[in-house]
């Protein structure tokens, strides 16, 4: 999440809530734009690509990393990527193997070619700068409906539901009364995140990071402090007594053992490796013979690896056909 920390709000004075708890327009949200953005005024962490020198680029680099990582794991990258490709241009220019390189141990490096490909498309369709229409962001390869929304959001100050885990839990609790939401984002929350936006354009893409701020640090999936909400008097599943959770069973984050903890691994060594590696470097990295090659073929087909003549494997020097 990467909007500014303390921008002056914007808009017509009635575009915040006057509301006093006990007022509750139907699904207008207008009871919590105010105490949650005013949180956010005095609590936002004071992150890098909040700021204004990110720009667009440093955004939506910012929105590529932080996606299932947490933030203590994206900083160290995130700096070391802005100050070696500070323009989508620069990334651009070098090759998709270096993204995955730079990619490091941030997980799920099919988004380091992602973004090299937005670099490429932004590069080649837009002069080089991050296009400021939703539309033009959500046609960039590798962008999805909610990184438009995002960069489109925080870059840009348009009014956009910006739908990430932390803002559909902090809605599912404060409006909807349940612990949490649904494990894929349904119809229903993407209706009610569009009817809870403020009007006014810049107090919509405040309130979008203001949401997901409280997510992240107060409405948290476990131990939240309720002590600590700005809306916990007027909190749907906190004055229904926090009702266990009853819909489907979480999804766990299992790593030790798959096939994601393989590919990780043969990564590590090609990312070390200065030019080719051959098989037998990579067979080293993990006894079972059937999942490490099964590990490696999906690296290859996912275009991360590219496997040379004699055995021999590398990152890839070309961008994966359809990128």
Known sequence: MTAPTKPPHGGPADARSTSSPGEKSSLSGEHLHSPVIDWFDEHARDLPWRRPEAGSWGVMVSEFMLQQTPVNRVLPVYEQWLARWPR???????????????????????RALRLHGAAVAITERHGGDVPTEHA???????????????????????????????????????????????????????????ALLPKDEGVAARWAAASMELGALVCTAKNETCHRCPIADRCAWRLAGKPE?????????????????VRGKLL????????????????????????????????????????LPGGLYRLPLTRPSGT
């Open 268 to 307: 590590a060594v090609l990312r070390e490796a200065h030019g080719p590696v051959p098989q037998s470097a990579l067979d080293r990295v993990w006894h079972e013979p059937v999942q490490r090659a099964r590990a490696l073929d999906g690296l290859v087909a996912d275009g991360l690896v590219e496997p």
């Open 245 to 261: 959770h009853e819909g489907p069973a979480r999804r766990g984050q299992t790593y030790a053992g798959t096939d994601r903890q």
């Open 88 to 110: 989508p241009a620069d990334l651009a220019a070098d090759a998709p193997g270096e993204a995955v390189r730079a990619w490091g141990r941030l997980g799920y490096p099919r």
């Open 136 to 194: 033009q962001l959500l046609a960039l390869p590798g962008i999805g409906e909610y990184t438009a929304a995002a960069v489109a959001s925080f870059a840009y100050g348009q009014r956009h539901a910006v739908l990430d885990t932390n803002v559909r839990r902090v809605f599912a609790r404060a409006v909807t009364g349940v612990q949490y939401p649904p494990n894929a984002t349904t119809a229903a929350e993407r209706k009610l995140a569009r």
